[in-house]
């Protein structure tokens, strides 16, 4: 398998093999273009914003500054905002469905590390995809961690910090994250 391969799988990979750098270093100098260029270039930023995330459904709107590791693996439906300062670390998948706003400074990791330290001194990570449902509000600095899914209608409180996996129709808030209401969307 190549090291792309190893790391789309969820296994341990060399973040430094070529390849991988190379795909970086491209995507860096979209988002460095999106985030320098003007509100009175609002059509040539979203052009760019679609290259740095080309799997984006329709109305996708994201205030600069905006960083990613690669964008090709962040795969967003409809009318999905993004307020300043969001980050995403696609080493593996991201999807987030339909409708879904995110605060400002919203941070959603799918890379982590071997808790093992000679592992970790090795050089070498790994990634748990991420799946945000529809209709889902982030608050702003919640943070999204490896292997997470959120499902439909939740909404995330401000400064969250979300270490497991939630259902549907639930307002989730805290450092860990729990559940503190249960939404009534009928």
């Known amino acids: 398998m190549t090291e ?3 790391m789309l799988a969820g296994e341990l990979y060399a973040p ?3 390849d991988l750098v190379k795909e970086r270093h491209a995507v860096r100098l979209l988002f460095h273009e999106f985030n320098s260029l003007s509100e009175k270039d609002l ?7 679609y290259k740095i995330i080309p ?4 109305n996708l709107f994201i205030e ?25 670390l696609d080493v593996a998948e991201v999807t987030i469905g339909d409708n879904c706003m995110f605060g400002p400074h919203v941070q959603i990791y799918t890379a982590t590390h071997p808790l093992e330290f000679k592992a970790r001194n090795s ?3 790994y990634a748990k995809p991420i799946t945000i449902g529809d209709n889902v509000w982030i608050g702003g600095n919640a943070t999204i961690c490896p292997g997470v899914s959120l499902g439909n209608n939740v909404v995330v409180g401000s ?3 979300v270490t497991k996996s939630f259902p549907d129709n639930v307002v989730i808030a805290g450092n ?11």
């Open 4 to 6: 792309k391969e190893k």
């Open 16 to 18: 430094t093999d070529p």
């Open 43 to 49: 059509e040539r930023r979203q052009k760019v914003l």
């Open 55 to 58: 799997d984006a459904g329709e």
């Open 64 to 88: 600069p500054p905006f960083h990613c590791d690669y964008g090709s693996n962040i795969k967003a439906g409809k009318n999905l905002f993004m307020n300043f300062s969001c980050c995403i």
């Open 123 to 125: 050089g070498k990570e």
């Open 159 to 161: 400064g969250a910090v």
């Open 176 to 186: 860990p994250a729990k559940i503190i209401k249960t939404i009534d969307n009928s």
